[in-house]
């Protein structure tokens, strides 16, 4: 199983000390906390995509569950932007990002903010956060955002403004529950709803039309 190179020392920390429990003869907490290094390792897992071929496809950016299909508000980082999908990612779900287009970022910009739970409307906006505003074909643009949520105190980002990415490519990831949210220009249509299961890099999202 690859493992994200950020999960490395909570996995390393975890399992030395089970390790020490275990040599010590607490077998009992030793078993517990091998049981809890397993799962550390689970959460930061890494696996292989296959990204689908197409250059009008639009792909998720995380593995979760789509919680809103709404308009996106005017202004802000991403105005002109027509439709926001937000996916909510609970800590079983892989919490790696991968880049939804082809493209140049354009823009990295980290905001400060609150730890709401990650599935409520309002986590969009309050939420501690990084968004990248990705350049693509056509001088369009896609807009990505890292929300923390109520257990994710660690926005890891990956890539920096002038970066060319390919479709699916990691570009960081948030630690123990959090929020995607994309944004989608006009011009697209969108090939989710709230509810459905995604897989980042794998589900056609939307696309260009």
């Known amino acids: 199983m690859r493992i994200a190179r950020e999960g490395y020392p909570l996995v390393l920390t975890a399992g030395i000390a089970a390790l020490v429990v275990l040599v010590i003869g607490w ?26 071929a197409g250059d009008s496809l639009i792909v998720s950016p995380a593995d979760g569950k789509v919680v809103s299909v709404a ?13 926001r999908v937000s996916i909510f990612l609970s800590p079983l779900d892989v919490h790696i990002n991968r880049v939804p287009v082809a493209g140049k970022i354009d823009a990295v910009q980290y905001q400060r903010g609150e730890f709401l739970a ?5 986590a969009s906006e309050r939420n501690e956060q990084n968004a990248l505003k990705i350049l693509c074909s056509g001088a369009r643009f896609i807009g990505v955002v890292q929300i923390a949520g109520v257990l994710a105190r660690r926005i890891v980002c990956r890539v920096k403004r002038g970066d060319d990415l390919k479709r699916g490519d990691r570009f960081g990831l948030i630690m123990f529950g959090s929020r995607t949210d994309t944004y989608l220009p006009n ?11 995604v897989k980042g890099g794998e589900t056609i999202i939307g696309r260009f039309v």
């Open 27 to 52: 077998v009992l907490l030793g078993g517990l906390m091998a049981v809890l290094t397993v799962a550390v390792a689970a959460f930061f897992r890494d696996p292989e995509r296959v990204i689908p």
């Open 187 to 197: 011009g697209c249509s969108v090939e989710v709803v709230e509810g459905q299961r």
């Open 71 to 83: 308009p996106a508000a005017a202004g802000g980082m991403f105005d002109g932007a027509a439709t």
């Open 118 to 122: 990650a599935y409520k409307a309002d």
